[in-house]
């Protein structure tokens, strides 16, 4: 996949509204005009939409001259996702140190409601010794 | 997250010299002269780079004031592959697909190499019998 194709996939993903037509096409093939009604967009906008996802690899077009018929290209939306899914050791690792902190700080707390309730039953169990 | 800040992160990441900048923050924090080095861009243009990653929320930088250290802010990058992610059962599926074709291709193909090598074996076996 060359690089320019994974800037076009990128800045197609980069607008509210094409993620929003990716998402209907997820649920299944549809012409341009049953695309277009929940959007209040005009046709030639989601016409232009359609292209930049087109070009992106993120759909295919069928030919039928009419309706030409939209439907999703999952092998983009694949190429995509293991570009950032190299990245997935730093988000974990960096969950993990979160996930350690919070158990460290769970720890602390406990500890010190534990010391505090041992000093209620036995107050002077610290106080330095009198001779 | 904000819908455009998802707009923001798609719209950072289609661009080979930042791609290239994370890739290079993902062996380590750095300042701004180091990271310049490999690139043959002026310090400005990285600069430049350097905020759009940031607004994007996939580096975060230091506050000492000469060298403000760069880092990958991999929270980000989990939000992006989530939003692709959702779409993982379509390419699966494709995936799969294509599997069950590949191995319906190669069953037809060995079938055929089978039946000629029997029909060398037994040339008259399929032919039709004489009254």
Request: with cysteine; charged share 30%; proline share 6%.
């Amino acid at each position: 996949m060359p690089a320019d194709h994974l800037d076009a996939t990128f800045a197609a993903l980069a607008d509210p509204t094409r993620r929003a037509i990716l998402a209907r096409l997820a649920l299944g093939e549809t012409s341009v005009n049953e695309l277009a009604q929940p959007f209040d967009i005009s046709l030639p906008a989601i016409s232009r939409h359609l292209k930049v996802l087109e070009k992106a690899g993120l759909i295919s077009r069928g030919r039928a001259a009419q309706s030409r018929p939209c439907r999703l290209n999952p092998r983009q939306f694949k190429t995509a996702a293991d570009w950032l899914n190299q990245y997935r050791e730093y988000w974990e690792e960096s969950f993990d140190r979160l996930d350690e902190y919070l158990r460290k700080l769970k720890y602390q707390r406990n500890k010190s409601k534990q010391d505090k309730s041992k000093q209620k039953e036995n107050p002077h169990a610290h106080s330095p010794r009198k001779h």
